[in-house]
């Protein structure tokens, strides 16, 4: 693995997930995040790959590279690095997005009377109010590609939308951070457990915490091309582990046969 020096005079950036804080630092046009809970940086590797064979244009996610930090201490963690794909673009998450318009999704979240359906069309028809975007397929291909990587960090932080301050134009980010994906949490997920017994512990985010009923949010065509992806987890230079595992696992789920291409 590469192995990246974290300069002393470095700002650590604490970035805050359902389950709890990870170092991450800017370096020029990098963005280094360590590991805390497991193999998020081989989780965040084999989320890239799995987008990286499907019909998704290539600027609509972002790149993870696995990676050595070193340390201004001397220490070294794993970990893995993106590039940083907001340029001059000012980054605005769902979540923000709502509060700068005096409300909040969890009133739509948290209404009991609403189905899943029903969340996920408010919210997307509130998007539409606030920046003139459909992101109705975008988001939930999105959704769809969580169900296949098991990621269960989707929350409202973790939907970004880009905003051009002199254009005043909005667009959806990237699809992005995937470390909590793939059981890579081994306290919560661990390792020599039968994955059939794991795979039924993960919750989903943020419109329903099953994955199929997010799953079902998805209408568009298989956009995972699976002859392209089994080759790409063969020929990876980096051990990959349980993550291959399970993306091979998910690969043969009758479920999710509708998002892959033969």
């Keep these: 693995m590469e192995r990246i020096k974290i300069p002393q005079d470095a700002e650590t950036i604490i970035s805050t997930s359902s389950k709890g804080d990870q170092s991450k630092w800017l370096i020029g ?25 499907s019909t998704l244009p290539k600027d609509t996610f972002a790149t993870y590279t696995p990676c050595l930090i070193e340390k201004h201490d001397g220490t070294i963690k794993e970990g893995c690095y993106s590039e940083d794909f907001r340029g001059y673009l000012q980054e605005v998450t769902l979540e923000r997005l709502f509060e700068a318009n005096f409300e909040s999704t969890d009133d739509v979240l948290n209404n009991s009377r609403y189905s899943t359906e029903d969340k996920f069309n408010s919210i997307m028809d509130k998007v539409f109010d606030f920046t003139g975007l459909d992101v109705s397929k975008g988001v939930s291909q999105m959704l ?80 995972i091309r699976r002859s392209l992806l089994l080759e790409k987890l063969n020929e990876a230079p980096y051990e990959l582990g349980r ?16 998002l892959i291409i033969d």
């Design 29 to 53: 046009n990098r963005w280094i995040k360590e590991n805390t809970l497991g193999y998020e940086n081989i989780a965040e590797y084999v989320a890239y790959l799995i987008l990286d064979c």
């Design 243 to 258: 993550a291959k595992e399970i993306a091979l696992s998910q690969l043969r789920d009758m479920q999710l046969q509708r």
């Design 144 to 223: 769809a590609f969580d169900a296949f990587i098991l990621n269960e960090d989707r929350h409202t932080n973790n939907i970004l939308f880009l905003f051009d301050t002199e254009k005043e134009t909005w667009k959806l980010s990237p699809i992005f951070d995937h470390g909590l994906s793939l059981l890579s949490d081994i306290k919560d997920y661990p390792l020599g457990k039968p994955l059939s017994i794991l795979k039924r512990k993960v919750k989903a985010k943020p419109f329903n915490s099953s994955f199929s009923k997010q799953l079902a949010l998805y209408q568009g065509d298989p956009f």
